[in-house]
């Protein structure tokens, strides 16, 4: 599977912006795909994912409030709607597939190191 993340750009602060990410192949039920982002000097971090079988998600905490993740079966994609942006929000984002062959806790969302597919980043700026 191949991903394909779009929808980056620049938005003011308390602005809103909305990041897709569109999967080659069908999704199978206990994948899980994941936003991660990586701002200039700062590690990469976990933003947040969505298992594809019943749509648990998890965020970090500082998007909770103001960021959504949710899934499309029909487009085979995984949408990212940020709103209320901040400075701090500015980053590459990337979206990363968890091919898993079983259901996996909601714990595990947040390892980078389990997902095996990562897509092409997209740059989101925030001007304050």
């Known amino acids: 599977v191949q991903l394909q993340a779009s929808g980056g750009g620049l938005v003011q602060a308390g602005g809103s912006l909305r990041l897709s990410c569109a999967a080659s192949?069908?999704?199978?039920?206990?994948?899980?795909i994941g936003w991660f982002r990586q701002a200039p000097g700062k590690d990469r971090e976990f933003v947040a994912g969505i298992r594809w079988r019943d749509g648990r998600r998890m965020y970090r905490d500082s998007v909770k409030g103001r960021f959504t993740i949710s899934r499309d079966s029909a487009t085979e994609t995984v949408d990212l709607q940020m709103n209320s942006m901040n400075s701090e929000d500015t980053a590459v984002y990337y979206c990363?597939?968890?091919?898993?062959?079983?259901?996996?806790?909601?714990?595990?969302?947040?390892?980078?190191?389990?997902?095996?597919?990562w897509g092409q980043g997209t740059l989101v700026t925030v001007s304050s």
């Open positions: 990363a597939v968890q091919r898993n062959d079983r259901m996996t806790p909601i714990q595990s969302f947040q390892s980078a190191s389990l997902y095996d597919v």
């Open positions: 192949q069908p999704i199978l039920s206990n994948y899980v």
